[in-house]
């Protein structure tokens, strides 16, 4: 089904148990299209879809890729590149490290201190060639630094040093020495990357690059899977004290994910600081984080391609599609009738909920009509078809903003009810949910794009921790629990 | 040397306040060897229901009821919404995980607060609300010792939390309650055995340390009078170092990490600069997981292979 998830031929592989290879064989055998199509997507190997990937990203802004959606692209691809370094630390050596971003605005800081004014009187202009690799090795060394309490600490000790150490950054960088690292006004009039007498100026150069270190690290880091420190990272992950017991040297290892996963992150900064010209404290504060693992969590933790799917996945929703109340409805109706199609079976049943969903909505159109003009004045905000098709059957009141926040509310309960119940219950619970989903988004979720993506970003990670741990692309993994 | 008794008596405050929020995220850690992320968030909650109450009262200055009673609803209700809250969050999110990976409940709980920080954002706008303490409770009639002044809302605060602490201190040793919970915390796997209800017993464990959570909400509301959506992430960083310094997991060793953490704080924005007071919170904190990991009065415990 994944590129990771796919066994190799020979040799051991770390994690996966006899129940996984049972599973595995399982779904070898799926009868129909569908065990075909996923037979025939996992014959291609892991190069050949790189490969393709990186064809796509190549060619996609030749199909008229404006301003806004490049900077989406760009965007997406340094978060993209964050993910695929946290994937080394949190996905394959199993350190939860809370503080990651604090390597990214290090390597922000870092390049931006090396190539602005801002330094002495007339600043450092060091060529990129020269500050990317200074930059990379100081975070490196940062790394080890923040990564020496591995030695001693496990599990959530040390998520809450390093929860510390990305907090501390921010602090840092907002109160001490203002005078050169700008305190919240940030440094501005970065330099952009140039070297050998070539700038990087515009946003198209900074896609391709941007496309050309993703795929390199990613190149590197699926060497470095399975080379021998790759395979000394997941077995401490799976069990440090076998691990150490097989002589695999726990503490040097876990070091090294950290100055690894360090390095990326610096990489990642570099190319963003000198890019928006700027860098500020708050761009690099906890919700980048949060957004940096969702990507992570919802890829896959332990996959590359996961890591990188999922970062580009939530970005392009975060940032491109969330924006436009008509795109965004595309995709909040899109995904409902997409989780309805998979989880609610058998077909009668789904039909049945989707019948009474649209009964219960006209129905309840018609008596808050009836009941008063000003419940059902507004409509909904998106335009298109889906609007049209919604505008008899949701109720948005002529002053929308306490009613949706009621209507939030109500939503976040009858999604926890819908989670406990049962049976016959849940298939009853499920049409008030829906209508209620609806209400809410054009009442007021719509209405404030900002918000909604930020609880997307929550959403995603409670949802996929419950329901699918090992992400879209991961691979399951039995663990004991300790 | 009235400013230096001034500052303790500020710091003592405080640190009653992060001693509240560091005793329900120890609790919690106790019983379920979970780091709840979203219990700084809880607070936040619990800061706005008490608003609300203010709000629906007639508002500070027009403040319908007695004054006393005012503030027991305030806190009842904070305690008895926050409480449940918390336990509806642990059976949705943390209770089907109870068997999963470690790392699997912490990104739920962070996932947890970032989504209850943006419902706040979502439902009450990123204005500040305001208590407007004064309005309704007189500050000038408070305790004057030479030039050191403690004024009202302090010393409620401070008796108040007091009171709490003593209640759960009580609590956990005396009653049956107490002991189940103590029971889950060093093994859950026996406790179960020996007939203890021990999704009942997380379930309490999360309301009690929910409930303080909210309770030190409206504490803060009222003494610092402001309340917005983002208070709760700080708080809950404050109480993670009050928790970790004094030992996670221990509850006096959280009551006595939140007094230290409240009055070193206080010392340092009164006698050196305000600007580095959180920065130098996360440097003690990073120092004592480092020397020693499990503070200062936590023991050591052996890990189970």
């Given at each position: 089904m994944s590129l990771d998830a796919q066994p190799p031929a020979t040799g051991p592989q770390v994690g996966a148990d006899e129940w996984v290879a049972r599973q595995a064989l399982r779904r070898e055998s799926l009868p129909s299209w569908r065990g075909a199509a996923q037979r025939a997507a996992e014959r291609i190997g892991w190069w050949p879809r790189l490969a393709v990937a990186c064809l796509a990203a190549v060619v996609l802004p030749m199909f008229g890729l404006g301003g806004f959606q490049l900077q989406v692209g760009i965007d997406s691809l340094v978060i993209a590149l964050l993910a695929v370094g946290l994937n080394i630390v949190v996905g394959w050596a199993g350190l939860l490290d809370l503080g990651y971003v604090a390597f990214f605005g290090f390597g922000a800081y870092g390049f931006a201190l090396l190539s602005s004014g801002q330094i002495g009187r007339t600043g450092i202009h060091l060529?990129?060639?020269?500050?990317?690799?200074?930059?990379?090795?100081?975070?490196?060394?940062?790394?080890?630094?923040?990564?020496?309490?591995?030695?001693?600490?496990?599990?959530?000790?040390?998520?809450?040093?390093?929860?510390?150490?990305?907090?501390?950054?921010v602090e840092f960088t907002n109160n001490v020495a203002p005078g050169t690292l700008g305190g919240p006004n940030g440094i501005i009039n970065i330099d952009p990357i140039h070297s050998f007498g070539y700038q990087f100026t515009s946003n198209l150069s900074y896609y391709y690059l941007l496309v050309v270190l993703l795929v390199a690290t990613m190149a590197v880091l699926r060497l470095l899977e399975t080379s021998r420190t790759g395979r000394a990272w997941q077995a401490v992950r799976e069990d440090s004290l076998a691990a150490a017991s097989m002589t695999i040297p726990v503490n040097r290892v876990k070091l090294m994910a950290f100055a690894f996963g360090a390095m990326v992150a610096a990489l990642a900064g570099t190319i963003f600081a000198a890019q928006q010209i700027s860098v500020f404290p708050t761009d690099f504060d906890t919700p980048i984080l949060i957004l940096v693992y969702a990507g992570l969590i919802l890829g896959g933790a332990g996959s590359i391609a996961g890591a990188a799917t999922g970062a580009l996945v939530v970005m392009v929703i975060y940032d491109g599609l969330l924006r436009s109340p008509t795109d965004s409805a595309y995709l909040f109706y899109g995904l409902i009738l997409l989780t309805l199609l998979v989880k609610v079976r058998p077909w009668r049943r789904l039909g049945l909920v989707m019948a009474a969903t649209v009964a219960f909505g006209l129905a309840a159109h018609a008596i808050a009509g009836a009941l008063s003009a000003s419940a059902i004045a507004g409509g909904p905000q998106?335009?298109?078809?889906?609007?049209?098709?919604?505008?008899?059957?949701?109720?948005?009141?002529?002053?929308?903003?306490?009613?949706?926040?009621?209507?939030?509310?109500?939503?976040?309960?009858?999604?926890?009810?819908?989670?406990?119940?049962?049976?016959?219950?849940?298939?009853?619970?499920?049409?008030?949910?829906?209508?209620?989903?609806?209400?809410?988004?054009?009442?007021?979720?719509?209405?404030?794009?900002?918000?909604?993506?930020?609880?997307?970003?929550?959403?995603?990670?409670?949802?996929?921790?419950?329901?699918?741990?090992?992400g879209l692309l991961g691979a399951r993994r039995v663990e004991s629990p300790i | 040397?009235?400013?230096?008794?001034?500052?303790?008596?500020?710091?003592?405050?405080?640190?009653?306040?992060?001693?509240?929020?560091?005793?329900?995220?120890?609790?919690?850690?106790?019983?379920?060897?979970?780091?709840?992320?979203?219990?700084?968030?809880?607070?936040?909650?619990?800061?706005?229901?008490?608003?609300?109450?203010?709000?629906?009262?007639?508002?500070?200055?027009?403040?319908?009821?007695?004054?006393?009673?005012?503030?027991?609803?305030?806190?009842?209700?904070?305690?008895?919404?926050?409480?449940?809250?918390?336990?509806?969050?642990?059976?949705?999110?943390?209770?089907?995980?109870?068997?999963?990976?470690?790392?699997?409940?912490?990104?739920?709980?962070?996932?947890?607060?970032?989504?209850?920080?943006?419902?706040?954002?979502?439902?009450?706008?990123?204005?500040?609300?305001?208590?407007?303490?004064?309005?309704?409770?007189?500050?000038?009639?408070?305790?004057?010792?030479?030039?050191?002044?403690?004024?009202?809302?302090?010393?409620?605060?401070?008796?108040?939390?007091?009171?709490?602490?003593?209640?759960?201190?009580?609590?956990?040793?005396?009653?049956?309650?107490?002991?189940?919970?103590?029971?889950?915390?060093?093994?859950?796997?026996?406790?179960?055995?020996?007939?203890?209800?021990?999704?009942?017993?997380?379930?309490?464990?999360?309301?009690?340390?929910?409930?303080?959570?909210?309770?030190?909400?409206?504490?803060?509301?009222?003494?610092?009078?402001?309340?917005?959506?983002?208070?709760?992430?700080?708080?809950?960083?404050?109480?993670?170092?009050?928790?970790?310094?004094?030992?996670?997991?221990?509850?006096?060793?959280?009551?006595?990490?939140g007094l230290l953490l409240g009055i070193a704080e206080s010392f340092i924005t009164g006698y050196i600069s305000s600007t580095y007071t959180n920065l130098f919170v996360f440097a003690l904190l990073i120092a004592v997981m480092l020397v020693r990991p499990r503070g200062l009065v936590g023991r050591v415990q052996l890990q189970k292979v």
């Open positions: 060529p990129a060639v020269l500050s990317l690799p200074m930059v990379m090795i100081g975070a490196a060394v940062l790394g080890l630094l923040v990564g020496l309490p591995s030695r001693r600490l496990i599990g959530d000790y040390l998520a809450i040093v390093t929860l510390f150490f990305g907090e501390a950054f998106s335009t298109g078809w889906i609007a049209d098709v919604l505008r008899d059957w949701v109720i948005v009141p002529a002053n929308p903003a306490i009613p949706g926040n009621y209507g939030f509310v109500a939503l976040v309960c009858m999604l926890v009810a819908l989670v406990q119940a049962k049976g016959r219950w849940r298939t009853v619970l499920m049409v008030p949910t829906l209508y209620l989903a609806s209400f809410a988004w054009e009442t007021r979720l719509i209405a404030q794009p900002a918000i909604t993506r930020q609880l997307m970003i929550g959403a995603i990670l409670i949802v996929m921790m419950n329901a699918r741990p090992q | 040397m009235g400013f230096f008794f001034q500052e303790l008596v500020n710091g003592v405050t405080m640190g009653a306040l992060y001693a509240l929020i560091a005793l329900g995220f120890s609790m919690v850690y106790g019983v379920l060897k979970l780091l709840n992320f979203a219990h700084g968030d809880l607070y936040m909650v619990g800061a706005f229901i008490g608003y609300f109450v203010i709000q629906w009262f007639g508002g500070p200055t027009a403040v319908s009821i007695p004054v006393p009673l005012l503030l027991v609803i305030m806190f009842v209700l904070a305690a008895v919404l926050v409480g449940g809250l918390g336990m509806a969050i642990e059976r949705f999110a943390y209770r089907p995980l109870r068997n999963a990976p470690r790392i699997a409940p912490l990104i739920t709980a962070i996932g947890i607060s970032f989504f209850l920080e943006n419902a706040a954002l979502l439902l009450f706008g990123s204005q500040y609300r305001v208590y407007n303490t004064p309005d309704f409770i007189s500050f000038s009639s408070g305790l004057q010792i030479g030039s050191v002044s403690i004024d009202s809302v302090q010393i409620m605060v401070l008796a108040f939390s007091l009171a709490l602490m003593i209640g759960l201190r009580l609590l956990v040793i005396r009653t049956k309650l107490g002991k189940q919970m103590r029971a889950v915390a060093s093994d859950r796997e026996a406790a179960e055995m020996l007939g203890i209800n021990v999704n009942f017993t997380i379930a309490a464990t999360f309301f009690l340390g929910s409930a303080l959570a909210g309770m030190a909400g409206v504490m803060a509301g009222l003494l610092f009078n402001q309340v917005t959506n983002t208070i709760g992430f700080i708080a809950g960083l404050k109480a993670f170092t009050a928790a970790v310094v004094g030992g996670i997991g221990s509850l006096p060793g959280a009551m006595l990490g």
